[in-house]
């Protein structure tokens, strides 16, 4: 990341800003150049200088190939999604981020263009994603030590390749990693909509685990609720509907949830609550509304519920590589097998501005915007 | 319990309604009768027929003696404190409670008055405290088997025995059962001029723990805050003192606090959390401000606090009963040994309604009320 910010500082390098009321990119043609077996393609890169506004701040750049060291791996970037978590970076209020100027993006799907000549493990063809996620992944080629890269099962859908470590492995550890469950206990989660909502609904039914499903009141939420029952969701309610109600009449034969996630906070989050069982435990992963959770004395002392976090950027602290490489080829299976989807949009490159507005919700309620490069 | 409650609600038994503006207790004095050796003295109970507020439903009951069975022990009451969970009970909010009518007190000390004829373990004139502590503890004479007794050493003054286990067994579990401390680790606590948050202090100073203590702002604040600095407080703030202040700031040379206790809410629990290190835990065991707790989602997901409660009742209720009598032990040793001291008022029982108006902070800031029987 050094060398790359160290190249694009220097002032030969193209650096366009997005137009943004245009929907086709400024991207500069490059000529066809031949490169040397060991320098990699210059990458067309959304760079940005400065924290900010995404659309303010983001810039095209284009960064001119680098020598590929002995293992390197320079990969042809195929998809990459745009993040919340990418535009709390830009924005500088992320706790890891890197300084800027940097690329954006953290995940996505590339194909390996060439290797470095100590690279045995990896092909030009191969399909490949970081791992751990890291920094960068909105450019057209990415070189990086072929210990960071993992290899993917072709089998699956750019999209889904590109989006699997971020969202869906988020869900999988926390129904996993924070208390042990059973065949027919019961998850209650907010924010279900959310991309690691869809992917907690699926990971909990090919368990066995129920799940009750609360979401934000919105027009056309009967559909939105099929389609979380399409998905496997037991039960989903709006926040309206739970509003002064003794929730745990709503529970129908569905055991009381010893486990709740919380990506929403305020009155949401106190919805969750309100559904665990004696001693359950409250996860919190996000807070979209903006509004704390707030807790009565008695729900700790005589309810005896635990609430902590999860931030998938902890877990990859703990040095589990090998688990979570595994755990990213169970997901890709399940995906392959039809049991793990989720809504996407996939959008090309040079539409970057358009899926970025939506990413910034200015455009009402969107799909999971991933880059087509 | 159940037989007790209904020889009291025979009409042939004295039940007078304490007279509140006396501070003479109007108990009928007995003639003095010869008992069987088989048959217990009548006694004098603190008895609430119904839900209220304490001083208005709170009468005195005079009790008649019961036959003792086999592995009963009788025991002549000493001393027995008004806890502030008790007048939760009387009051109908403490969610472990008897049904009323009922005797009010959940601990105190006693002398073993007569035993049944097949208990070995005690002698008439032991010191007992019933353990795990259970209803009934304002009145002269109870009976109770004799697993339900412990056993302790008259070298302490009968205050300490009477108030060992509710306030300073909870502040000794909370140190040791929540996370592991090390010497030269730091707690964090609010309301530190409890009778739990006096037992802290000098609990984790045995333990070479630092303390940082939080307390409201009041009249007489230095004088408070010495005496809980010759507790062995390391550092005791104000709460306007910590306000919009960078909390870290103010550590010294302690380290960042792993471990916090709670017993106040709002704003007060707050403060404990701004002083936790990343990672930490906050424990709500009280909430005396009435406010519920509030946590942002940065403090779940990036800075990892967990949060959970502990309840003495649900400790009891894992069934170690011979670790609790053993933790008791330990706390009437330190106190034997002067380690372990707090703030506390003997009353005489017929002035137990100056007493209870005291605890129910009638009479502004005032210690602990312990019964002399």
């Not at 031949?34 to 983001?58: K, R």
């Not at 990086?144 to 699956?156: A, I, L, P, R």
Request: include cysteine; charged fraction near 20%; charge should be positive.
């Amino acid at each position: 990341m050094k060398m790359l910010r160290s190249l694009i500082l220097k002032p030969s390098y193209l650096l366009l800003k997005f137009n943004h009321n245009t929907t086709s990119l400024p991207i500069r043609v490059l000529n066809m150049q031949t490169f040397s077996s060991v320098v990699s393609p210059p990458s067309n890169a959304v760079v940005y200088e400065a924290h900010g506004q995404p659309d303010e701040v983001s810039k095209l750049v284009n960064i001119p190939g680098k020598e590929l060291k002995e293992n390197d791996v320079c990969v042809k970037m195929l998809a990459a999604p745009i993040n919340p978590s990418d535009i709390n970076r830009i924005q500088g209020v992320y706790p890891v981020r890197p300084e800027p100027p940097a690329v954006g993006g953290y995940e996505g799907v590339g194909e390996v263009y060439s290797v470095g000549s100590g690279v045995t493990s990896f092909s030009p063809g191969d399909w490949v994603i970081p791992y751990p996620p890291s920094s960068g992944t909105w450019q057209t080629y990415i070189m990086k030590d072929q210990n960071v890269w993992h290899k993917v099962n072709k089998g699956v859908p750019i999209e889904y390749a590109a989006t699997i470590t971020v969202n869906p492995l988020t869900a999988l550890l926390m129904l996993e990693e924070c208390i042990t469950l059973n065949s027919g206990d019961a998850i209650v989660q907010n924010g279900a909509t959310s991309m690691v909502g869809q992917c907690v609904i699926q990971l909990a039914k090919t368990r066995g685990i129920h799940s009750i499903n609360i979401i934000r009141d919105r027009p056309g939420v009967d559909e939105v609720k099929e389609r979380l029952k399409d998905l496997g969701a037991d039960e989903v309610f709006t926040e309206n509907e739970l509003e002064g109600k003794n929730v745990k009449s709503l529970l129908g034969g569905i055991s009381e949830p010893a486990l709740g996630f919380n990506c929403v906070g305020g009155n949401s989050a106190s919805m969750v609550l309100k559904f665990l069982r004696q001693g359950g435990t409250m996860v919190t992963y996000g807070g979209m509304s903006k509004k704390p959770v707030t807790v009565s004395t008695s729900s700790f002392i005589f309810k005896e519920l635990s609430l902590r976090g999860f931030w998938l950027q902890n877990w990859l602290n703990t040095d589990k590589a090998e688990e979570g490489r595994r755990m990213i080829d169970r997901l890709l299976g399940l995906v392959k097998d039809g049991k793990l989807k989720y809504k996407m949009e996939l959008t090309p490159f040079n539409d970057f501005n358009t899926a970025l507005d939506k990413a910034l919700g200015k455009l009402g309620s969107q799909p999971k915007q991933v880059i087509k490069f």
